[in-house]
């Protein structure tokens, strides 16, 4: 099982940036092997992919952010990151990190509260 703990959320202004950073335990196939993502949940909504990063550093974004978040990842430091940028009160949302290996169930944190005011 692997374990994941979110940090960085709070709060921002529209137009402002905010970091998130997932630090990764567990991973007892080696984090580099792991495919990463950060999904969202605002409420009444859905849970949505965000941005998601795999073993080989192929990344994705949902096209609400395309532009505006950038997902990384330090495989020394077992850690993913998004850096959000140019925020918008629709952003506002629970953001929660996975990890995923093969038919693995997937691990989540978390999550950690972004608001970003208008």
């Known amino acids: 099982q692997v374990q994941l703990v979110e940090s960085g959320g709070g709060l921002v202004q529209a137009g402002g940036s905010l970091s998130l950073a997932c630090a990764a335990s567990?991973?007892?196939?080696?984090?580099?092997?792991?495919?990463m993502a950060w999904y969202r949940q605002a409420p009444g909504k859905q849970r949505e992919l965000v941005a998601g990063?795999?073993?080989?550093?192929?990344?994705t974004y949902a096209d609400s952010v395309k532009g505006r978040f950038t997902i990384s990842r330090d495989n020394a430091k077992n850690t993913v990151y998004l850096q959000m940028n140019s925020l918008k009160p629709e952003d506002t949302a629970v953001y929660y990190c996975?990890?995923?290996?093969?038919?693995?169930?997937?691990?989540w944190g978390q999550g950690t509260q972004v608001t970003v005011s208008s």
């Open positions: 567990g991973t007892i196939f080696g984090f580099s092997n792991y495919n």
């Open positions: 990063i795999s073993s080989l550093g192929r990344t």
């Open positions: 996975n990890a995923a290996f093969g038919g693995i169930r997937d691990s």
